[in-house]
Antibody, heavy 121, light 107 residues
Framework: QVTLRESGPALVKPTQTLTLTCTFSGFSLSTSGMCVSWIRQPPGKALEWLARIDWDDDKFYSTSLKTRLTISKDTSKNQVVLTMTNMDPVDTATFYC?????????????WGKGTTVTVSS | DIQLTQSPSFLSASVGDRVTITCRASQGISSYLAWYQQKPGKAPKLLIYGASTLQSGVPSRFSGSGSGTEFTLTISSLQPEDFATYYCQQLNSYPYTFGQGTKLEIK
């Protein structure tokens, strides 16, 4: 059974750096064709894709946020980490991690439950 | 970036109705389109990938079609559990983008 779980601070201050961890089980990110993406959703708004990391360590980012985002993986720990710098109140959102796989055209077939991050002083 | 525009943004329908949601891409994306269902307070759930392939476990009343720039999600006979928000996502090129969502409400 594939599961993913997001973890990180619920509250960050403006200008701080947010670090989120996605811990997964049921698959390996060293398997060819596997990837993990991060997605966020501000309250009452649409989904926004943020970043993706592949089994071969290729990384891809949102155009508008790429200067603020870094995605990395620790295959031995089954974790993917997303950092977002210079947080602002408009970054308040629920953040999700999700698995993608080549067999399903890299669509996001399993999602974590999400973690809510509020940016406020 | 590729823009996805869903229509309508809001849809009111009754149980048993057939409904169709459209997703238009700002440039061709072949068949690299997925559809997700999201209920309040929950993570999205994959319904369809590759524009028309039903994800395992998803009821057959859901279907998808299209290629290039125009895609549709059809629910053949609405069930009470189908009232939710639906999103399309393109996976043709980076950055992957989502549509703005279609909220399906009970009439």
């Amino acid at each position: 059974q594939v599961t993913l779980r997001e973890s990180g601070p619920a509250l960050v201050k403006p200008t701080q750096t947010l670090t989120l961890t996605c811990t997964f089980s049921g698959f390996s990110l060293s398997t060819s064709g596997m990837c993990v993406s991060w997605i966020r959703q501000p309250p009452g708004k649409a989904l926004e894709w943020l970043a993706r990391i592949d089994w071969d360590d290729d990384k891809f980012y949102s155009t508008s946020l790429k200067t603020r985002l870094t995605i990395s993986k620790d295959t031995s720990k089954n974790q993917v980490v997303l950092t977002m710098t210079n947080m602002d109140p408009v970054d308040t959102a629920t953040f999700y991690c999700a698995r993608g796989y080549s067999a399903s055209s890299y669509s996001l077939d399993v999602w974590g439950k999400g973690t809510t991050v509020t940016v406020s002083s | 970036d590729i823009q996805l525009t869903q229509s309508p943004s809001f849809l009111s329908a009754s149980v048993g109705d057939r409904v169709t949601i459209t997703c238009r891409a700002s440039q061709g994306i072949s068949s690299y389109l997925a559809w997700y269902q999201q209920k309040p307070g929950k993570a999205p759930k994959l319904l369809i990938y590759g524009a028309s392939t039903l994800q395992s476990g998803v009821p057959s009343r859901f279907s998808g079609s299209g290629s290039g720039t125009e895609f549709t999600l059809t629910i053949s006979s609405l069930q009470p559990e189908d009232f939710a928000t639906y999103y399309c996502q393109q996976l043709n090129s980076y950055p992957y983008t989502f549509g703005q969502g279609t909220k399906l409400e009970i009439k």
